[in-house]
């Protein structure tokens, strides 16, 4: 056990895909893993370990923004020994260069936030993606003939802004979409020195204001879920 998860030490695989959301792992369990067991249910963030083509993997969320996944991870990485680590989350798209429904592979995650600076005293505005799961998603991807583009994205802790242009830091990293976690989860893993990587699909174009509907999201996010899991087989 540790503060946030309630799974007994060996019940969580060295393996864990990420969701932000709790219905997202759940949908995950539910519709791809075999032999599932609920490992966690602490504050309602459940943790499922399950096999997937025989190989176990767990899949658990980790709520929203760099507070909840700095922890959840930190969690994993340090107390279930856990090696990698695959972010499957959302993001909004920029610019039109993007598509709903793109999927990306994160290079570099760039945030204005303080979180890697203050828990771990690295200074980069910039984190990469840790280790070899870039690659093996990248690798995954072209076996599973899946169009996925590698770039940059901006982590933010902000959601909802009152000025509508691209942020100084999006612009200055080549960031073509948004999303909220992808920072900390590298920070963790830099500094932990594990295998941390983030696969988004594109949930909306934030200039027309375009968006997967509630009814499309389900099966959008299902393409996200197999190279992930097909990643995991790789480990
Ligand atoms: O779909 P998830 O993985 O939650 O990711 C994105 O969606 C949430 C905001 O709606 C933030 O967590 C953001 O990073
Ligand atoms: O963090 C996010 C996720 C999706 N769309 C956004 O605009 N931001």
């Known amino acids: 056990m540790s503060v ?12 864990v895909l990420m969701p932000g959301d709790p219905l ?38 980790s709520g929203m923004g760099f507070p909840s996944i700095g922890i959840y991870s930190y969690e994993l990485f340090t107390e279930y020994e856990v090696d990698t680590i695959i972010r499957i989350g959302t993001c909004g798209a920029y610019a039109t260069d993007l598509k709903l429904f793109d999927i990306l592979n994160v290079e570099k995650a760039a ?16 984190i990469s993606n840790q280790g070899d799961a870039f690659d093996k998603i990248n690798q995954t991807a072209s076996e599973l003939n899946l169009n996925v583009k590698s ?23 080549n960031c073509l979409a948004v999303e909220m976690e992808a920072f900390a989860l590298f920070a963790n893993a830099k500094y932990l020195g594990k295998n941390a990587a983030t696969i988004l699909t594109v949930s909306d174009i934030i200039p027309t204001k375009e968006e997967i509907s509630a009814d499309q999201r389900e099966q959008a996010l299902r393409t996200m879920m197999e190279l992930s899991l097909e990643t995991a087989l790789k480990y």
């Open 111 to 126: 945030s204005e936030s303080t979180y890697a600076k203050f828990a771990w005293e690295i200074e980069e505005e910039a």
């Open 4 to 15: 946030h998860i309630s799974a007994k030490k060996g019940e969580i695989a060295k393996t």
């Open 24 to 61: 997202r792992a759940k949908y995950i369990a539910d519709n791809f893993l075999t032999d599932v067991t609920l490992v966690s249910k602490t504050r309602n963030v459940f943790f499922f370990t399950g096999k997937y083509k025989g190989k176990e993997i767990t899949v658990g969320a």
């Open 151 to 173: 770039t940059n994205i901006h982590s933010s802790d902000i959601f909802y802004r009152k000025n509508p242009t691209v942020p100084a830091i999006a612009e200055k990293y």
